[in-house]
């Protein structure tokens, strides 16, 4: 019998921002359902996987936490051409962060595939205290660049999973004929298996009615 599939794509997001925007503590609140106050920078890239399901399509997404820090840049960047969806992540109540998308996004420009879908997510909405940048700033800034615009919070967990979930979206639209072509193709090999596998059994069964003849 053919096995089970356990996904049917396998797609790579990955998450820039200026250090201690909080792109860690959003990845650990999508994939563990937790927040950890602490800000441990993220050293080089770390990764984690999800998987979901859009459309009837099982996605695997493998999602890329690259460090923020200036001196990790050269080994983040190596990352950037492998990935199907960007999420470019600032703070709300961090101005520099939310500036410095310029530079995230010329980056991308300059080392990601032409076909990589892009959001862009301002974090911390619930500091609405130490609000730095507006909504309506977030969002014309999206709208500047042709993207789609969240604001989240790991802390109490808003938006979080809407805008992960947003991305592969966007990522299983663009590839879509890709994908179809891929799950026919693979509905027709596991369909063989199956019918080889059959087959096999049968031949078993045959030669042992001769043996028992
Ligand atoms: N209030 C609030 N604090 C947050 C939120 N998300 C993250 N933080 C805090 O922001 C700090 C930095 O979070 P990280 O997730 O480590 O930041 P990062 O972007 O991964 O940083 P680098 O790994 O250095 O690039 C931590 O102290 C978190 O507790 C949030 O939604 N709300």
Same mark, same amino acid.
């Given at each position: 019998? *053919?096995?089970?599939?356990?996904? +049917? ?11 201690? @925007? ?44 690259? *460090?923020? $820090?200036?001196?990790? $840049? ?32 010329? +980056? @991308? ?6 076909? @990589? ?36 919070? *790991? ?11 947003? *991305?592969?979206?966007? @990522?299983? $639209?663009?590839?879509?004929? +890709? ?25 078993? +069964? ?8």
């Amino acid at each position: 019998m *053919a096995m089970a599939k356990q996904y +049917d794509v396998l797609f790579r997001l990955l998450m820039l921002g200026d250090s201690g @925007v909080g792109k860690t503590c959003m990845l650990r609140r999508f994939t563990e359902s937790e927040f950890d106050p602490s800000h441990i920078s993220t050293i080089g890239v770390d990764f984690k996987m999800k998987t979901l399901e859009i459309d009837g399509v099982k996605v695997r997404v493998q999602i890329w936490d690259t *460090a923020g $820090q200036e001196r990790y $840049q050269t080994i983040t960047k190596q990352y950037y051409r492998r990935a199907q969806g960007i999420i470019f992540v600032y703070d709300i109540t961090n101005r520099p962060s939310f500036q410095h998308l310029a530079k995230w996004a010329s +980056d @991308v420009d300059e080392f990601s595939p032409n076909m @990589v879908q892009r959001i862009l997510v301002g974090n911390k909405s619930d500091e609405e205290l130490t609000r730095q940048v507006t909504t309506e700033q977030g969002s014309k800034l999206a709208e500047a660049y042709g993207m789609e615009f969240f604001e989240t919070s *790991a802390a109490t967990s808003n938006n979080i999973n809407e805008s992960f979930t947003r *991305a592969a979206e966007l @990522v299983l $639209q663009a590839h879509k004929r +890709d994908v179809d072509n891929l799950l026919g193709s693979l509905d027709d090999y596991l369909e063989k298996v199956g019918l080889d596998d059959e087959k096999s059994r049968q031949d078993v +069964d045959y030669s042992q009615r001769t043996c028992a003849c």
